[in-house]
């Protein structure tokens, strides 16, 4: 799917630490690779990370392309995309359904802690 020329992946978001005070924040991945349909969209490369936001993808390489009516990921009880409300290369590994995903679900200050934000790139004080 992404063999005709190079790709990069690049993920921004926002966290509020406090109702007023928003940090951005980002993940740069320099050679995204997904295959095609046939191999079922696996997360084949990612290439070099970079970022403000810890490296979350990388625990997904090599997973195949789950959604609600693919059933694609290793977990073996079930689908994760149905457990997560969403499409994704999921690893159903000890009934986890992924790393990324579980945190998407938490709340700001909860994502914020996960993600361990690295204080190199701005200054949030005590967040850090």
């Known amino acids: 799917m992404t063999n005709a020329k190079r790709h990069e992946l690049y993920i921004k978001t ?47 390489l ?5 959604t609600y009516d693919r059933d694609n990921d290793d977990w073996a009880e079930g689908n994760c995309a149905a457990k997560r409300h969403g499409g994704w290369w999921y690893t159903g590994k000890n ?5 990324t ?13 996960r993600w361990r934000l690295t204080c190199r790139a701005f200054d949030v004080g005590a967040v850090c």
């Open 14 to 60: 926002n966290i509020w630490v406090e109702p007023n005070d928003v940090v951005p924040l980002y993940a740069h991945y320099d050679d995204f690779k997904i295959a095609g349909e046939e191999d079922q969209y696996r997360l084949l490369s990612l290439g070099k990370w970079s970022g403000t936001l810890d490296d979350m993808l990388s625990y997904h």
């Open 62 to 66: 090599n997973m195949n392309f789950t």
């Open 95 to 99: 009934y986890n359904c992924g790393k």
């Open 101 to 113: 995903a579980k945190a998407a679900q938490q709340s700001p200050a909860s994502l914020s802690r």
